[in-house]
């Protein structure tokens, strides 16, 4: 078992600049015994051989600008690439006429088990039972590995309010929750100022006044 460092009860004050979200982690220890549907009309999921840095990142912003993705704007982007091109690293799209409407990326570098690392569908393809299918398949290509016994992904409060019961209504059983720190990338300029509407920018940020809290 790891050892964690858990915040005590309270107020605890963030840098100027910085973002907090409360992540639930969630799991499975086994694939769920449902049938597998057939991809909605005009859908096929396509496997990613080799991205292009540029292609993913404008995929990623696309998915991810209402909920403040962030994790791979704030990454170098030597270590961006060198992750995206990792052997351990997989990826998918679900595609129709074309376009890539979102992605499934899974992290295989631990034996016996397998993380989703992003999964998200671009805002004009959510409903209609994207997502569900797209899960289903994201989990028998996980659970169709020799020996995964684990299938695994985070979540957080930034992130669609359907998207922890969505998770649970597919099978995910949630196991932990952590705080997770970092720069508020819209400040940075990798997002611009009207992403994440639902998530307040504070400019210029000061500290609070815990004691009166």
């Not at 998200?120 to 028998?140: K, Q, T």
């Not at 508020?184 to 920018?201: C, F, K, N, T, Y």
Request: aromatic residues 10%.
């Amino acid at each position: 078992m790891t050892d964690a460092t858990f915040l005590p009860d309270g107020y605890h004050a963030l840098a100027p600049g910085k973002l907090a979200n409360v992540v639930t982690f969630v799991e499975m220890t086994e694939a769920p015994d449902r049938p597998r549907q057939p991809a909605p009309a005009g859908y096929t999921l396509e496997p990613i051989e080799r991205w292009d840095t540029d292609a993913f990142l404008d995929l990623y912003r696309e998915i991810g600008w209402e909920w403040l993705w962030s994790s791979r704007l704030l990454m170098p982007r030597e270590k961006l690439e060198a992750k995206l091109a990792a052997p351990h690293m997989r990826s998918w799209c679900p595609v129709k006429d074309g376009r890539r409407m979102g992605i499934v990326e899974m992290d295989l570098s631990k034996p016996g088990e397998t993380e989703i690392s992003f999964f998200g569908l671009v805002p004009d393809a959510v409903g209609g039972g994207i997502g569900g299918w797209m899960m289903r398949e994201a989990i028998a290509l996980a659970f169709g590995r020799p020996g995964v016994k684990r299938l695994w992904l985070h979540t957080c409060h930034f992130d669609s309010p359907q998207a922890l019961p969505f998770y649970m209504h597919m099978g995910f059983v949630p196991y932990a929750r952590a705080v997770e720190v970092h720069d508020d990338v819209r400040l940075l300029g990798e997002l611009g100022e009207s992403a994440g509407s639902h998530i307040p920018m504070i400019r210029n940020g000061r500290a609070p006044d815990l004691e009166q809290a």
